[in-house]
Nanobody, 124 residues
């Protein structure tokens, strides 16, 4: 079992930056692949970024590539999402998720554990 808690969301102007954190507790964090997803009001949950258990491989949605950076610190049981050049269309609740097979997944249904989400609002 892994418990995930996101933090770092907030209100920011377009062009600004935020860093989200996902703190994990419970099982061995370093063996899990981790991902970020987001859900805007009235829309489906979308994949944002994922990172392999070792941190050596990452993958991004086209919509955030070049602006967002996913990383992890296994010693701190924490994953991060650095978001730069934010746009109003990035407004959503952001969720972190853990997959116990250790490999990058872009489908939310393949993740085993989820956090409660953190709101990110980008004003124009």
């Amino acid at each position: 079992q892994v418990q995930l808690v996101e933090s770092g969301g907030g209100l920011v102007q377009a062009g600004g930056s935020l860093r989200l954190s996902c703190a994990a507790s419970g099982d061995t964090f370093s063996t899990y692949a981790m991902g970020w997803f987001r859900q805007a009001p009235g829309k489906e949950r979308d994949f944002v970024a994922a990172i392999r258990w070792s941190g050596g491989s990452t993958y991004y949605a086209d919509s955030v590539k070049g602006r967002f950076t996913i990383s992890r610190d296994n010693a701190k049981n924490t994953m991060y999402l650095q978001m730069n050049s934010l746009k109003p269309e990035d407004t959503a609740v952001y969720y972190c998720a853990a997959s116990n097979d250790g490999y990058i997944r872009v489908v939310g249904g393949l993740y085993d554990y989820w956090g409660q989400g953190t709101q990110v609002t980008v004003s124009s």
